[in-house]
């Protein structure tokens, strides 16, 4: 059976026989027997395997190796002469799957920039930072699901096409099977939407978040885990069109046990990955970001900070620096001020609470003096805003009424409502960005590089 090159770096013993397969990071050659370093994709490092020139086909073989060549190796474990090894395999037979012809692969063992590895988004998989990248990411999914399933949540599966637009905002994707070279028309030459594949406009997600309410309304604790998209032509090193965000949803649960839950699950994704990806978030260190350990014990060890969205106006008022958007009560929060906030003032995560009612989505539940509403965003060091969450508006009259001033349709709305005609609680739930918890935790500048295939406005290669 193949065994896993992580699993033999860990554990394997000398004069075990071993079959590994990989891929070909470096080769060298001396007289009578050579090196190659063979990755696998299980860890950062790779196997050192020696080929002595007696193996069979040792000289056809070498010859159709380089960097990229794909291989399986069989041979018997040995303690490492060299340096930086325990063990090292020793070849008694060697299998060339594909070359790779060195001429004209792209990925040389010199550094590439990341704008360059984009370009050849079905190979920088295999380089030594998207490869820490995505096992990091694997391990945050991983802890996500486990943190939730610890404590009795549902993972529901919302949908991903909608009629629904959970902002009340634009910037969604269209849904639809017309040929849009010739829609067909209504009396009034509208696009005839009754004619559409779904009998009425319809569009990819911005959030499962309503639908969870409804699932929330069933199992009292339920989270969503899947793909979210947004239209919106922001080019920034934080936006995707499509990008994944995890939304728990909690029946009875005001504000302050929302952000507890929120508080305890960030903490237990960084301690997750800690445990689980040593080595990568030590390179990401190393390599990326040199706070990257840091910030992760920082999450780990403190108590976030809490403030009220009017402390945060004052404080930004007091800050002995100029801002280029303006600070004013009423107007919604810019990076520049979260960041103040989380990396200057506060250095740590900051849960900021109570925003003006005019700036939050509908469905926030309205204060007593009816000026905020009970929602809180936790700002992160280098990242901003990292979770938006709300306790939910439970109260009938009041929602219609929110939907009413919003200049929305509370017909559309009619489902959304009947869970505050029928047995309503007191409900609240957060939404995660998921790639800027990847971000967040490896020092990566870019949210292009911590998913596989990023989608961003004119770009959807791969
Ligand atoms: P921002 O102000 O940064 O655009 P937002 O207010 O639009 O964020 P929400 O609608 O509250 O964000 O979405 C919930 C979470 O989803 C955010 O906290 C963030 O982590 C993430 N998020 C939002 N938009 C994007 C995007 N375009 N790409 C990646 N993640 C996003
Ligand atoms: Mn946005």
């Known amino acids: 059976m193949t065994r896993r090159i992580a699993e033999l770096l860990r554990a394997g013993q000398p004069d075990e026989t071993v079959t590994i397969q990989g891929w070909v990071r470096t080769k060298r050659e001396q007289k009578g027997f050579s090196f190659i370093e063979v990755n696998d994709g299980s860890s950062m490092a790779g196997l050192q395997v020696v080929i002595n020139q007696d193996v069979p086909d040792y000289e056809a073989s070498l010859k159709r190796i380089s960097t990229g060549a794909s291989v399986e190796v069989s041979g018997v474990l040995v303690p490492s002469p060299g340096k930086g090894q325990r063990i090292e395999l020793k070849a008694s037979t060697l299998t060339v799957y594909g070359e790779a012809d060195p001429e004209t692969y792209p990925l040389q063992k010199k550094r590439h920039s990341f704008e360059f590895l984009r370009e050849i988004g079905h190979l920088r998989s295999r380089t030594n930072t998207l490869g820490a990248v ?30 629904s637009d959970c902002e009340g905002a634009g910037e969604m994707f269209a849904v639809t099977s017309f040929n849009l070279k010739q829609p067909p028309l209504n009396d009034q030459k509208d696009i005839d939407y009754t004619q559409d594949f779904f009998g009425k406009p319809a569009y990819l997600t911005v959030s499962g978040q309503l639908e969870a309410e409804i699932m929330a309304m069933a199992y009292s604790n339920v989270y969503t885990f899947g793909p979210t998209f947004r239209a919106e032509n922001s080019n920034t090193s934080r936006h995707l069109a499509e990008f994944w965000m995890v939304e728990p949803e909690i029946a009875f649960c005001d504000l302050d046990g929302d952000m507890d839950l929120a508080e305890a699950f960030l903490k237990y994704i960084f301690s997750y990955v ?14 990326i970001d040199d706070s990257v350990l840091a910030t992760a014990e920082n999450i780990i060890n403190n108590q976030f900070e809490r403030i009220t969205y009017t402390t ?18 009423g107007l919604d929060l810019q990076s520049e001020h979260e960041r103040y906030l989380a990396e200057e003032l506060f250095k740590k995560p900051t849960i900021v609470t109570d925003y003006p009612t005019q700036i939050k989505a509908f469905y ?51 489902w959304y409502l009947d869970l505050r005609r029928y047995g309503t609680v007191p409900h609240a739930g957060f939404g995660l960005g998921f790639e800027r918890l990847v971000q967040f935790m490896t020092g990566m500048a870019n949210i292009r590089d911590v998913i596989p295939f990023p989608r961003t406005p004119q770009n959807v290669e791969f």
């Open 274 to 287: 800690l445990e689980h990806c040593p080595e990568d978030m030590e390179f990401f260190n190393q390599r």
């Open 134 to 163: 995505f096992r990091v990411r694997n391990a945050c999914a991983a802890a996500i699901h486990q943190f939730f399933q610890e404590r009795g949540f549902l993972w529901v599966h919302t949908p991903i096409i909608t009629a």
């Open 312 to 329: 945060a106006i004052e404080l930004l008022e007091k800050a002995d620096r100029k801002f280029e958007y303006p600070v004013e009560w």
């Open 364 to 414: 926030m539940r309205l204060s007593d003096d009816e000026k905020t509403v009970r929602a809180m965003d936790i700002l992160a060091p280098k990242i901003g805003e990292i979770i938006g969450g709300s306790q939910r508006e439970e109260r009938l009259d009041v929602l219609e009424r929110r939907i009413v001033q919003q200049g929305l349709d509370p017909a559309t709305y009619w």
